[in-house]
């Protein structure tokens, strides 16, 4: 079992930066897939970015890529989820998620997933 719990939301001009930060408990988080989604008011759950456990493969949604970076750190176990360049469309509420999957896997859909956070708000202003 493993309990995700997200923080760094907030509101924020179009063009700034936002980090999110996912903390993860257990001792086994270095064994987990981990991705990031978001949902916007009325749409559906959708793929952002994701990372293997072993860190060496990511990837991400065309409508992030060059504007945001997803990291982990092990030791801390702590995903992180770096947002610049904001827009106005990126705004919804952005979940990570987390797979036990030793590998160099990504997972990108939301049905791969087992454990979910609760969420943090993120609203970027035009």
């Known amino acids: 079992q493993v309990q995700l719990v997200e923080s760094g939301g907030g509101l924020v001009q179009a063009g700034g930066s936002l980090r999110l930060s996912c903390a993860a408990s257990g001792r086994t988080f270095s064994r987990h897939a981990m991705g990031w989604f978001r949902q916007a008011p009325g749409l559906e759950r959708e793929f952002v970015t994701a990372?293997?456990?072993?860190?060496?493969?990511?990837r991400y949604a065309d409508s992030v890529k060059g504007r945001f970076t997803i990291s982990r750190n092990n030791a801390k176990t702590t995903l992180y989820l770096q947002m610049d360049s904001l827009k106005p469309e990126d705004t919804a509420v952005y979940y990570c998620?987390?797979?036990?999957?030793?590998?160099?896997?990504?997972?990108?859909?939301?049905?791969?997933?087992?454990?979910w956070g609760q969420g943090t708000q993120v609203t970027v202003s035009s």
């Open positions: 998620a987390a797979r036990p999957l030793d590998s160099n896997v990504v997972l990108e859909r939301t049905g791969q997933y087992d454990y």
């Open positions: 990372i293997s456990s072993t860190g060496v493969n990511v």
